[in-house]
């Protein structure tokens, strides 16, 4: 009786082991340019960044206290998604991995990565 529960709890604790595994990374940076509170262009970078999860720009969230953040470069292994209101909403463009930097015009608020 004893070994059933042994059993048991170390397949639940398996199960939650497996459950508890960090989602997957895009491997690689994306870097883009915002203007901060006092009008200096500023640049930021997301490292390996989470895959498939929505990341607001912290910089660019607010649309009625900030501005969009701007030339997006995408390098990491997968595509990434901009999208011009926080939260991934609003237009969005498909950036390609390892692909070329964006021009200051693309604007953004949020990104999310996908691979394909």
């Not at 909403?89 to 950036?95: A, I, Q, V």
Request: with cysteine; net charge negative.
């Amino acid at each position: 009786m004893r070994l059933r529960h042994s059993l048991a709890a170390c397949g639940a604790l398996a199960l939650t082991a497996a459950l508890a595994t960090p989602a997957h990374a895009a491997t690689g940076h994306f870097s883009y340019r915002f203007t901060d509170m006092s009008g200096q262009p500023q640049a930021a970078t997301l490292q390996d960044p989470a895959s498939g999860e929505c990341v607001t720009l912290q910089e660019a969230a607010d649309p009625d206290a900030s501005t969009p953040a701007f030339a997006p470069h995408n390098e990491t292994d997968e595509f990434a998604i901009v999208f011009t209101g926080p939260d991934c909403t609003g237009d969005s463009w498909t950036l390609r991995p390892h692909g070329r930097p964006a021009t200051d015009r693309l604007k953004l608020r949020s990104v999310v990565f996908q691979a394909r």
